[in-house]
T-cell receptor, first 112, second 115 residues
Framework: NAGVTQTPKFQVLKTGQSMTLQCAQDMNHNSMYWYRQDPGMGLRLIYYSASEGTTDKGEVPNGYNVSRLNKREFSLRLESAAPSQTSVYFC???????????FGPGTRLTVT | GENVEQHPSTLSVQEGDSAVIKCTYSDSASNYFPWYKQELGKRPQLIIDIRSNVGEKKDQRIAVTLNKTAKHFSLHITETQPEDSAVYFCAAGGRYGGSQGNLIFGKGTKLSVKP
């Protein structure tokens, strides 16, 4: 899965601060996804983008915004971080309609 | 919307034994069922998947079975090895609410293989 990169790997924020998580792919896939993973909760979809220029809400979009900057990049923004957003965030890509999703290495975010 | 239930949440087996993890789903429109393996601190990795037009698929020591009528699918690992120890996630995929390719994940099974 070297084709999906995420930055940063780790981040600590204080409540109310903002930040953007970056995801980039070099596999020319159409679809990109943002998930959060919490202990015992599996992976929950935050937002997804089926193609460049389109974004849609997933299961848990509240408190987040996204931007599909171009085909390669899909960013996730926390405008005012809350402790409930402490989680591991994964970006994933798929060819679109094929369903096979491949994950990036993740960003571990702590909000104090 | 779709809901995926996964059991058991933890599973401990002796090396060489078989392990079975089961999932059920609710939406009959789901037509793609992948399984992911996640080692501690790593990303989820796709290990096997099955589509709704197939009842069983094998890849060496792992196999997945699908019963569309009952809406359940299972992961079977034979001759388990310590390196099989990880958290395994099932998922169901389909066209939900006008989207395409979205996956709904189960909550995971922590498999421990004792030497």
């Amino acid at each position: 899965n070297a084709g999906v990169t995420q930055t940063p790997k780790f981040q600590v924020l204080k409540t109310g601060q903002s930040m953007t998580l970056q995801c980039a792919q070099d596999m020319n896939h159409n679809s990109m996804y943002w998930y959060r993973q919490d202990p015992g909760m599996g992976l929950r979809l935050i937002y997804y983008s089926a193609s460049e220029g389109t974004t849609d809400k997933g299961e848990v979009p509240n408190g987040y915004n996204v931007s599909r900057l171009n085909k390669r990049e899909f960013s996730l923004r926390l405008e005012s971080a809350a402790p409930s957003q402490t989680s591991v965030y994964f970006c994933a890509i798929a060819t679109g309609g094929n369903y096979e999703q491949y994950f990036g290495p993740g960003t571990r975010l702590t909000v104090t | 919307g779709e809901n995926v239930e996964q059991h058991p949440s933890t599973l401990s087996v002796q090396e060489g034994d078989s392990a079975v993890i089961k999932c059920t789903y609710s939406d009959s429109a789901s037509n793609y069922f992948p399984w992911y393996k996640q080692e501690l601190g790593k990303r989820p990795q796709l290990i096997i998947d099955i589509r709704s037009n197939v009842g069983e698929k094998k890849d060496q020591r792992i196999a997945v079975t699908l019963n569309k009528t009952a809406k359940h699918f299972s992961l079977h690992i034979t001759e388990t090895q310590p390196e099989d120890s990880a958290v395994y996630f099932c998922a169901a995929g389909g066209r939900y609410g006008g989207s395409q390719g979205n996956l709904i994940f189960g909550k995971g099974t922590k498999l421990s293989v004792k030497p």
